[in-house]
Nanobody, 114 residues
Framework: QVQLVESGGGLVQPGGSLRLSCAAS????????MGWYRQAPGKERELVAR??????TYADSVKGRFTISRDNAKNTVYLQMNSLKPEDTAVYYC?????????WGQGTQVTVSS
């Protein structure tokens, strides 16, 4: 079993920045992918960014503003979010695929508002 602990959400003004972290622990033999999804009220959960090995992909809506990275030694994935917009407001979920099983974090709220 793999446990995911997220941190870093909060309230920020438009144009501001936040950094999300997600640490994986437990029975980790191999991590296939790490990423972040988000779900806004009344909307479906969507992929924000994902990193597989050293290759990363982003949703079009966050390209150029968000950066995903990982620390393999710590089994931790980060999401640096810059130039935040009100439409980025959502619950952000960490997603880890380990030994080809999918795990989700508990979610962290990000609110962008003046």
């Amino acid at each position: 079993q793999v446990q995911l602990v997220e941190s870093g959400g909060g309230l920020v003004q438009p144009g501001g920045s936040l950094r999300l972290s997600c640490a994986a622990s437990g029975s980790i033999f191999s991590i296939n992918a790490m990423g972040w999804y988000r779900q806004a009220p009344g909307k479906e959960r969507e992929l924000v960014a994902r990193i597989i090995s050293s290759s990363s992909t982003y949703a079009d809506s966050v390209k150029g503003r968000f950066t995903i990275s990982r620390d393999n030694a710590k089994n931790t994935v980060y999401l640096q979010m810059n130039s935040l917009k009100p439409e980025d407001t959502a619950v952000y979920y960490c997603n880890v695929v380990a030994s080809y099983r999918t795990y989700w974090g508990q979610g962290t709220q990000v609110t962008v508002s003046s």
